[in-house]
């Protein structure tokens, strides 16, 4: 069996859209299958909690997956998270694709697994500069918010599902998990 073809960043952009999740990461192509209901419920309950929250403080703007990030351009990496937050300073848009890091991604964990590893895409969402990564960790309903600089994730704060995540993205955000979900 031959090996995958390598693809640049271009070569990915010329590919004909498909409703599967698929990313690039150095080069190599990752599809998986399509998310499960519950999962796509968390990422519409958080989209509608924080999407109202970002419009009326004039912030930037949240987006859902399917959406490429192209993290970086020339090393052909590109991943799609669940939910971006994208202030106004950081709006930078080409091809009709989100090219830098966002200031804030959730991804959320489900039995079904993802595209590559989760440490993996954290390290990657640290190292290209997203602010925070939160992640519903939805067999549990518990909660983390992973908050970085340098590079690195340098601080990791867990939440139940009572009680109001804290961030420093969106520090007038005091929502619970519980009452995300629930609407």
Not at 159 to 165: H, K, R
Request: with cysteine; charged share 25%; glycine share 4%.
């Amino acid at each position: 069996m031959a090996p995958a073809p390598f693809l640049t960043t271009d070569d990915y952009l010329r590919t004909p859209e498909t409703l599967q999740p698929a990313e690039l990461v150095y080069g190599a192509l990752r599809v998986a299958d399509a998310p499960a209901v519950r999962h796509q419920q968390a990422v519409c309950a958080f989209h509608l909690a924080l999407a109202p929250h970002v419009r009326e403080r004039r912030l930037g703007r949240v987006l859902l997956s399917p959406l490429d990030v192209i993290l970086d351009w020339d090393r052909a990496l590109i991943l799609q998270p669940d939910l971006v937050f994208i202030s106004h300073a950081r709006w930078h848009v080409r091809r009709q694709k989100i090219v830098g890091a966002p200031d804030l991604v959730l991804e959320v964990l489900s039995p079904q697994p993802r595209i590559g590893q989760m440490q993996e895409r954290v390290a990657w969402f640290a190292e290209y500069g997203v602010r925070e990564i939160w992640l519903l960790h939805q067999l549990s309903d518990h909660f983390e918010v992973l908050r970085t600089d340098g590079g690195r994730v340098v601080a990791t704060e867990v939440f139940d599902s009572l009680t109001p995540i804290k961030s420093n993205v969106f520090p007038e955000f005091r929502r619970t998990v519980d009452d995300i979900l629930q609407e």
